[in-house]
């Protein structure tokens, strides 16, 4: 049986044993774990000071942003009373705004806005997960309602460009910033406390040592939740580290692209290296991270990764711009289902990704 009936599954109304659905079911993993990341966010074992009302409103906010109805009816569907009106829901949904539309607009000062609202260094971890969660799940019904052939909503045809970045040249704590797009291995400081190590609980420890990143500030940061932690990384290695369908390289391409598009130095640096690496192709590669600002993705590439770098980035734009004559394009190039499910997906997941590097802290090069 095929038929994975997942939030995303309904939503996205995928007929049992179809294309779609058998693609899925071969990247079952990674349907588990997004399902989990879900369940993890929006009905944890333990909500604590981040309220279930606060989160789903949120959640319709966000839906509502990247036009996407079916996500806002799921989240208004699931809503049973209000959370409190105020200067911590407010900063809330100012962080949420900034997230979705402008997250390489991010600054430290944002995060002491949100601690000076109420919001515990725990919470606004949970916070930045579930708006960048979100922003994913909306990109992964986009791009699922395509690959079935159902309609979607696209405000532009226009080719979705380059946005700018970061320059200043220094981080919050004096370290020397890069100033562009750049394929060198890079640093990444928070701009809140990592949790130390030694203030772990044992599933805290089990988790770090399962995935082996106790020396990242990064993962002990995002660990100050890790429940979600935890799922969010199985599902980010099963849709980049799975045999058979697109190829790897063309996986961290369309990773690189939306960091593009999101203005994302650290996590294009990491997976335009990647894609260097694995297709030889070098001078592609570069001339992707030349792109200036308001410049088009696919400027100057060959056919094959025309097509995907114009599909990924319409895929990241906010909201979606993707369309079926994309889809159709991929396919003539001989893509079949489970190849696009993971273009769709390995872009989508940088829409998660991003977000959380831009706007919890900033990458350095010295």
């Known amino acids: 049986m095929t038929d994975i009936q997942d939030l995303l599954a309904r939503l996205a109304e995928i007929a049992p044993n179809s294309p779609l659905a058998q693609a899925r079911a071969t990247r079952q993993a990674a349907t588990e774990g997004i399902e989990a990341s879900y369940q993890r966010l929006f009905a944890p074992q333990d909500a604590g ?13 966000i839906s509502e942003w990247h036009g996407d109805p079916q996500l806002v009816a799921h989240y208004a569907q699931l809503q049973q009373t209000q959370p409190a009106d105020g200067p911590r829901l407010q900063a809330a949904l100012d962080h949420a705004e900034r997230l979705v539309f402008k997250p390489a607009g991010a600054e430290a000062k944002h995060l ?59 981080t919050a704590s004096g370290r020397h910033a890069p100033p562009a797009f750049t394929r060198q291995e890079l640093g990444w400081e928070p701009w809140i406390a990592a949790k130390p ?48 369908g697109l190829a790897r390289q063309d996986r961290e391409l369309a990773a690189a692209v939306a960091s593009k ?40 590439q060959g056919e094959d990764w025309r097509t995907q770098i114009d599909f990924a980035a319409a895929l990241s734009a906010t909201p979606p711009q993707a369309t079926t004559a994309q889809v159709a394009a991929l396919r003539e190039q001989g893509l079949g289902e489970l190849e696009l499910l993971d273009l769709v997906q390995a872009t989508a ?17 010295d």
């Not at 260094?121 to 799940?137: E, H, K, P, R």
């Open 197 to 244: 190590l030694e203030e772990f609980d044992e599933p805290g420890n089990a988790l770090l040592t399962k995935f082996g990143h106790a020396d990242s500030d990064y993962f002990r940061l995002l660990a100050r939740d890790h429940a979600v932690l935890e799922q969010r990384t199985i599902a980010d290695r099963a849709i980049f580290y799975t045999a058979g």
């Open 112 to 170: 002491q806005s949100l601690q000076q609202a109420g919001w515990s260094l725990d919470d606004i971890v949970t916070l930045s997960q579930l708006i960048a969660f979100v922003s994913f799940q909306s990109r992964l019904l986009f791009g699922y309602r395509l690959l079935a052939g159902l309609p979607v909503a696209t405000s532009t045809r226009a080719p979705v460009r380059a946005s700018a970045w970061r320059t200043e040249s220094h």
């Open 49 to 61: 000071s981040f309220g279930i009302a606060e989160r789903l409103l949120l959640a319709q906010r």
């Open 261 to 300: 598009v999101n203005g994302c130095i650290y996590c294009a640096s990491v997976h335009a290296r990647k894609a260097a690496q694995l297709s030889k192709k070098t001078a592609e590669v570069q001339r992707l991270l030349d792109i200036a600002p308001g410049g088009v993705l696919s400027e100057g």
């Open 349 to 365: 997941f940088f829409a998660w990704a991003n977000r959380l590097m831009l706007t919890l802290g900033e990458p350095y090069d």
